[in-house]
C-alpha cells in the first residue's frame, strides 16, 4: 500500500481544538503579513494623480457630451498646472468639413538633419526621459527600399553623406488602419479628416496596435512621461498632444492642434531644406494635390493594403547633389558645397 | 444553496489539510504567488519599464506564457474526444482531470494577458465599447472567459451531483460537452489568429501557425497531463490505469509528428524561398547582423522536441521513466517554441528593420513565475478536493446513503462491468455505483 499525500477528508472537518486553533491563527497572522508585505509598494501610489475617480468615469470621447468635455478638459487643465505650474491651454479641436489631410515628404531634398523629430518631440510635449519620439529617420544605401538596409542610429558630424539618401518615418495615417482594427476597446480611430487619434483616457494599453502598425509608427508610455516643466507647449488639445498618463498608446496626429486651425505641421516647419510639404487632398489646387498628380510618388510597404496618407516622392533630377536647388539651401544653412564635388550638401547636425 | 455553500465551506477547509508533503508544497507555491504580487505591485508603480519589453519588442514574456496556456487549455479536449466521441474508457473517468486543469490554465492565461496590460485600472473599458466583431482580441476575450464558464460549469456540475450522490442529468452536462470540444479548439485557434492576421508582421502572417498551435498545445497538454495523473495515482486513492497513460501516450506521440511536420514546412517555406521575409526566422534560427539571442533557445527546443518525439516512437516508453522524460521534454520545449520561438522574434527585426533584442528582467520573471504558481496552486486545491468527492469520501451527510437505496460499503473495488456503464463522468460513475476507491472505514466520514 503506497503512502497517501492527504488521508480522507475528515482531517478536514476535524472539531477546533485549542491547539489546532492557535496553530491555524499563527498561520493566518502570518500569511496576512507576508501579503501585506508583498503589496508594500503599492504604498507609492499615494502621491500619483493617475487614478483619479473623475478620470475612471470619464467616458470614451465619442460619448461625452459638451459638458462632460469641457468638465475633462478643466480636469487636464488642473492636473498639468499642478504637475508643471502652468496654466496650460486645453481645448478639444473638432476636424473640418471637406478637409482630408496628406503629407507628402521629397526624399531628393531630405538631408537627414532630425531638426524634424525635435520640433515634434518639443511641439507634442512627448516624454524626454525616457525618450519618445514619432518621426524616425533612416539613413538608406541608394538603390533599395529595403528598410532592414537601414541605419536608425547614424552619427555622422555632417549630414547628408553623398551615398545615402534618408527616409523619415512617421504615422501614415492610413485609410486602412491595421491600429484601429485590432483595438478591442475603440481607443484609436480614424477621424474624418484622415487622422487616426488616440483617446488617451480610454486607452487599456494591450500594445495590441502596436504590434499591427508595419511602419512601427506606434509609442507606449512604458513608464510615466517626464518633461521639464519650463519645456512644456501650453497649446494642447484632447486628442494630440496633452501630456499621456504612464501605460497607454501615443503617436503623430498630423498636429491636428495646429492643422485643423489652418496652421501647418511642427515637423514641416522645422524642415530646412522643405522636403516637406501637407495639406488638403480634396482641395485640387493644394500644393500635395499638386504634387500627387505630378511628381514621381511611392508609398512605403504598399503590398501590405494599409493605403497610407504620407507619400514619398523624389524630385525629376536625382541624384540630390545634382539638384540645383540644392546649392541654394545648403547656402541658407552656410555650407557651401566644394564646386567640384557634386554629391554632398553638408550641414551640421 | 445553504447546502451548497456547506460544500463549499468544506472544499475550503480541506484545501489545507494534507500530509508534510502536501503542505510544503502548499507553502511553497505559495510564497513564489506572493514574490509575484509583490513584483506585480512593482510593475504597477512604476510600469511596464520593469520588463524587458520595448517599442520594438511590444510583446514578451507574459504574452508568451499566456498563449501557451491557452493552448495547454484547449488541450483537456483531448481527454474529452476519446471518451465522448470515440467512447474510449479506459480516459472515461480521467476526463475531469483534464477540465479541471483547462479551469487552472485559462486563469493563468486571463493573469498572462492582464498583467501585460498598460492601465489594468481601465480594464472595464472592455464592458463598454467592445470592438466586436473586428477586432480579434474582442473574440479572444469572449472565448476564453466561454471556455472557462463551460468547464466550470461541467467540473462543478459533475462533482456537486457526486457529493450529492445524484444521478446528474444528461442534459445538464452533456451539450456543453459537446459544446466545450468545439470550443476547445476556438480558444487556441482564434488566439492564433490575433497573431497570423497582422500584415505588418510576416512572421506571424502565416497560414499554419493556427494549426500549428493546435499540434503543439495537443503534444504539450497531454503530456503534462501524464505527469500529474501519476501524482494522483501516487498520491491518492483514484485509480489511474496505466492503459489510460498508454491511450494519452499515443495521442501526444501523433500530435508531436503533426507539429514537427508543419515546422518543416514553416522553415521549408520561409528558407527556400528566402525572400524579404525570411528576416525573422534567419534572426531566430541563425541570427542577422551579428545579433543572436535567441539561436540558444529555438535549438534547445528543436532539440527536445526531437529527442521527445524518438523516445516516444520507441517501445521503451511504454515504460513510465521514459515517458516521463519524453513528457518533460516535450513541455518545455513547447514552452520555448511558442514563447522565444514565435512571439518574440516576430518584433525582430521591428516592421522599419532595426534590431532590437530582448531579454525579460528579473522582475517580469518573478511576476510570471508567481502566476504560474497560482495556477498549479488552484489545480492542486481543485485536484485535492475532487478525488475524496470522487472516491465517496466525501459526501453530503443528509444524501448519503439514502439516495440511491442502501449503499454497499466496501465491496467492489473494481467495476464489475465497465461496458455496461453509460456515458457520463467520473462523477457519474461515484454515483450510480458503490465507489470504487473505498476505504475500508469510509463509514467513518461524517
Known sequence: ???????????????????SFLRNSVAAAGGITALA??????????GQADFSVAQFLQKHYKEMSAQEMEAALERIRSEVERRYEIRPHVRDIRPQAGVEFVYALNLSRCIGCRRCVYACVEENNQSREPQIQYIRVL????????????????????????????LPVQCHQCANPPCVKVC???ATWQEPDGITVIDYDWCIGCRYCEAACPYWARRFNFAEPSVPADQINPEMSYLSNRPR???????????LHRTREGRLPACLEACPTGARKFGNVLDPDSEVSQILKTKRVLVLKEEVGTLPRFFYYFDERYPRGLDPDAAPIAESLGHLPAPDDPAPTEHHS | MIRYLNFLWRCFRLSFVGDWRYTLWMFVLTVAVLFGVNAYCKQFVLGLATTGMTDQVSWGLYIANFTYLVGMAAAAVMLVIPVYVYHNRELHDLVIFGELFAVSAIMMALLFVTVDLGRPDRFHHLLLRFNFPISMLTWDVIVLNGYLLLNLHICGYLIYCAYRRRQPSRLFYIPFVFLAIVWAISIHTVTAFLYSGLGGRPFWNSAVIAPRFLASAFAAGPAFLVLTLQVIRSATRYEVTDKALLTLRNIITVAMTINMFLLGSELFTEFYTHSAHVASAQYLW??????????????????????????????????????NTACVLLIVGVWIEKGMGLIVPAFIPSPLGEIVEYEPTLNETLVSLGIWAFGLLLYSILVRVTVPVLTGELVDE????????????????????RDAVPLGGPALRAASNP??????????VP
Open chain 2, 398 to 417: 443528509d444524501t448519503a446513503g439514502n439516495a440511491f437505496g442502501p449503499e454497499r460499503p466496501g465491496v467492489s473495488v473494481h467495476e464489475p462491468n
Open chain 1, 37 to 46: 508585505a508583498a503589496l508594500s509598494p503599492l504604498r507609492e501610489l499615494a
Open chain 2, 435 to 444: 465507489p470504487r476507491h473505498l476505504s475500508p472505514n469510509w463509514e467513518s
Open chain 1, 139 to 166: 539613413e538608406m544605401p541608394r538603390g533599395t527600399l529595403d528598410l532592414e538596409k537601414g541605419n536608425h542610429h547614424y552619427d555622422r558630424p555632417t549630414v547628408p553623406d553623398a551615398s545615402h539618401f534618408y
Open chain 2, 286 to 323: 541563425f541570427g542577422l547582423n551579428g545579433r543572436h539571442a535567441l539561436i540558444p533557445w529555438i535549438w534547445t527546443a528543436l532539440a527536445m522536441n526531437s529527442v521527445a518525439l524518438v523516445l516516444l516512437y520507441l517501445p521503451a516508453s511504454r515504460r513510465p521513466p521514459i515517458l
Open chain 1, 1 to 19: 500500500m503506497t503512502t497517501r499525500i492527504w488521508d480522507g477528508p475528515s482531517a478536514g472537518d476535524a472539531p477546533t481544538t485549542r491547539r
Open chain 1, 184 to 186: 478591442p476597446v475603440e
Open chain 1, 245 to 255: 498618463p504612464k501605460g497607454v498608446m501615443e503617436k503623430c496626429h498630423f498636429c
